[in-house]
């Protein structure tokens, strides 16, 4: 078994059997509050979660998020995240293809066409690895391979800086991704893997050419918390516990990223979201979409059926929210005052 395929086998075992998330540090949605409306003059059942992105229709704006590929197991997740992400009409990221690239035979375990021929699709390639000899080619190859609508070219400094033998060297790296924007044909996504990404950066990426961005910011899974289990010595293990508080925390990140770049291109939230509530404080606070992982990789560790009822639960969730904001669509949503902090409101009581 190559390194890269036992490194994707660890990742799911330690993300299912271990606590992974932040120690301390949370996603920021604890601070802010959905504005109840008691006269709310919606009816609940025109509540409207539709929305298009990249040119395709969506049923809610919920993203499967990047997690697995490489392993048979991670197949068997593969399939059946997709199949609930073809049901239920949302979108879904791959994740990281260079196993696939390097290895042709776990091509399968990424290629989900098959089972869902009409989502929302992202193929997934960590950015560094265009410092490492990968070129427009790669990328395109890993499109192909999956037939994805977009390409999520991944950021994890961090990770790689915790690996002995990671992927140290980012210098340069903004223009070789400037060149896969403009010579791709497919639209470019950045994310983060877990520690967000700032105002600062993202007004860099959108003036590169990326298509959207997804800051994934810390208050979820800690992947220094991955390393940590990973780690091959107590030196590795100690160096990765130091960072395990470490990033941008989803809520100021995005908020960071839609004041530097405002409308300009679609921003996702990640990172630490695991209600429909806090879906829809994101989507109130400027998102466009709103990934998720843990979740729904606990529940497609059990079955597809698991993964549609996840999605049922987090839709319903999603919709009562807006309804009870007073919100029947995503613009509504969006608009001023459907959400504050607890301190501007008792403030404003007080003046």
Same mark, same amino acid.
């Given at each position: ?15 299912? +059997? ?16 959905? %504005? ?14 539709? *929305? ?31 199949? +609930? ?23 399968? *375990?990424?290629? %989900? ?21 990968? *070129? ?43 060149? %896969? ?24 990426? %959108? ?23 990973? +780690? ?36 996702? +939230? ?58 029947? *669509? ?22």
């Amino acid at each position: 078994m190559s390194v890269h395929v036992t490194r994707k086998a660890d990742h799911i075992r330690i993300n299912l +059997a271990e606590d992974v998330q932040f120690p301390r540090l949370r996603s920021g949605f604890e601070r802010y509050h959905l %504005v109840h409306r008691a006269l709310p003059e919606v009816n609940l059942q025109d509540v409207n979660l539709t *929305t298009e992105l990249f040119g395709k229709s969506l049923t809610a704006p919920l993203l499967i998020s990047s997690m697995t590929g490489g392993t048979p197991e991670a197949e068997r997740i593969n399939l059946r995240l997709a199949e +609930a992400a073809q049901l239920k009409g949302i979108a879904m990221g791959l994740g990281s293809q260079r196993v696939a690239l390097e290895h042709p035979e776990q091509a399968i *375990t990424f290629q %989900v066409r098959r089972v869902a021929p009409d989502i929302l699709l992202f193929a997934n390639l960590g950015a560094v690895q265009l410092n490492y000899g990968y *070129t427009v080619d790669h990328c395109r190859r890993a499109v192909e391979m999956v037939e994805a609508d977009a390409l999520i070219l991944h950021l994890n400094p961090l990770q790689e800086a915790l690996q002995p033998d990671g992927n140290w060297n980012w210098q340069g790296l903004l223009d070789k991704i400037a060149t %896969v924007c403009r010579t791709i044909e497919v639209p470019v996504i950045v994310k983060e893997v877990g520690w967000g990404i700032s105002g600062e950066i993202a007004q860099a990426l %959108v003036e590169a050419g990326v298509a959207a961005i997804d800051v994934a910011g810390a208050g979820g899974t800690s992947w220094s918390e991955v390393e940590y289990h990973r +780690a091959p010595d107590p030196h590795w293990r100690r160096l990765a516990k130091a960072f395990a508080d470490w990033g941008l925390p989803t809520a100021l990140a995005l908020q960071q990223v839609r004041r530097a770049i405002g409308s300009r291109v679609p921003v996702f +939230a990640s990172g630490g979201i695991r209600t429909g509530i806090e879906a829809v404080k994101a989507l109130a606070m400027g998102a466009d979409l709103v990934g998720m992982a843990s979740p729904f990789l606990r529940a497609a560790a059990q079955s597809t059926e698991a993964v549609l009822a996840e999605i049922d639960d987090l839709v319903a969730e999603m919709r009562i929210a807006m309804f009870a904001t007073g919100a029947a *669509t995503l613009e509504a949503l969006r608009q001023p005052g459907r959400i504050r902090t607890w301190k501007a409101l008792w403030e404003e009581c007080e003046q």
